[in-house]
């Protein structure tokens, strides 16, 4: 979106006048049955990062091509600033349903704008919405992706030659720690000696601490890495020139990789967003709390690169298998937690929709790492 526009948009919102736009239009977020929703979409980064943003901004191309009129919003801080895209899609362009994507939109922003506009509804990526404390206008939105990187682990697994995994992540996060947890128990399903190595740069796009991270990991001996940061593509790239193999994470890294990619971890947003838009269309409130995996078509996994051997292919299937038709329990005990801790005790297992996974605060045993 050309930046004058936007900084014109937000000057008229500022004067007054976009007070009399809303006006003009109506109550701002009602919405009729049989009406389709006008539908805004906030990124924080690019939206052709091979990551994060590309995979939302995949979803929103398929409400475009549903015939949804869809606005989007790129490289928006996680600042007061995603307040003013947010108020300018409503007040100028109609919007009725808004999705700021990332983690950091949601509190205190996203939830300030649900109370100013109580009838749009507002949707977050993540797990922080709860339904004790929060508006009715608002909700969360998730992937069971742990599912898809538990057969990334058991894919780097069979490939490892030396046992080492690397990972590189942006911040210690209930959800961000289920995926390298996840990862390793699968990597530890192949080979129980097997280790993860994990390095937390600070933030969610961070180039210079990723490269560096994905080098040292390689320097110390590790030949399969993976990642929970907003764009793959600085750690797959620079794995690839170094020799080393990658599973991908938020969208299709593969072209990045051709010798290197073994598979990945992939959202469908366009699932979960056209359901959303498809209930605001016949009248309905879209869900508050939507969650689901493999089963239900939220995520996806990459296709198998060349490296991948036929064992590695047919235990990861065979799994995958499982966790599409009767389920397939990722954590489950006994399970300690890398300083020792027993964090789910023996004949203990937690599905998918176990709360308890959404505030998960530790790394398992086998990664090699902290928290803080």
């Excluded at 058991?154 to 996840?182: C, D, E, M, Y």
């Excluded at 939220?298 to 499982?322: H, L, N």
Aim: with cysteine; charged share 20%; proline share 5%.
């Amino acid at each position: 979106m050309d930046a004058q526009f936007l900084i014109g948009r937000r000057q008229l919102l500022k004067s007054g006048v976009a007070l009399g736009a809303a006006t003009a239009l109506g109550s701002p977020g009602a919405f009729a049955q049989g009406k389709a929703p006008v539908i805004g979409f906030i990124y924080v980064g690019p939206k052709d990062d091979y990551g994060y943003n590309q995979a939302h901004a995949e979803g929103a191309a398929a409400l475009k091509k549903a015939g949804f009129k869809v606005l989007e919003e790129e490289k928006v801080p996680e600042t007061v600033a995603v307040e003013k895209s947010m108020e300018s899609m409503i007040n100028l362009d109609g919007a009725t349903l808004m999705f700021p994507t990332s983690f950091g939109y949601f509190d205190p922003h996203m939830l300030k704008l649900a109370a100013k506009y109580p009838k749009i509804e507002f949707r977050h990526c993540g797990g922080l919405w709860n339904e004790a404390k929060h508006a009715k206008n608002t909700g969360s939105y998730f992937g069971y992706i742990d599912e898809c990187q538990y057969l990334n682990g058991v894919v780097a697994g069979h490939t490892s030659k030396s046992g080492k995994l690397g990972f590189i992540a942006a911040k210690p996060i209930p959800q961000v720690l289920r995926n390298i947890n996840a990862f390793t128990l699968g990597a530890k399903s192949v080979n129980p000696k097997a280790t993860t190595q994990v390095i937390f740069t600070g933030d969610w796009a961070f180039p210079v601490k990723e490269a560096e991270g994905t080098n040292s990991l390689i320097d110390q001996g590790v030949d399969v890495l993976t990642c929970h940061v907003d764009s793959p593509k600085v750690v797959v790239e620079t794995a690839e020139r170094r020799g080393a193999f990658t599973c991908g994470y938020h969208a299709n890294q593969a072209p990045l990789a051709p010798k290197g990619y073994l598979t990945g971890a992939e959202w469908n947003w366009s699932k979960v967003y056209l359901d959303f838009a498809n209930a605001m269309k016949a009248g309905k409130t879209p869900g508050n709390f939507v969650r689901g995996g493999l089963k239900e078509g939220f995520v996806k996994t990459s296709a198998y690169g060349p490296a991948v051997s036929e064992a590695a292919r047919k235990q990861a299937d065979a799994i995958k298998a499982e966790m599409m038709s009767k389920g397939f329990v990722i954590f489950k005990g006994p399970l300690k937690d890398n300083k020792g801790n027993e964090v789910i005790a023996g004949g203990k297992a937690l599905g998918q929709t176990d709360l308890a996974l959404e505030s998960m605060n530790y790394l398992i045993d086998g990664v090699v790492g902290a928290i803080g």
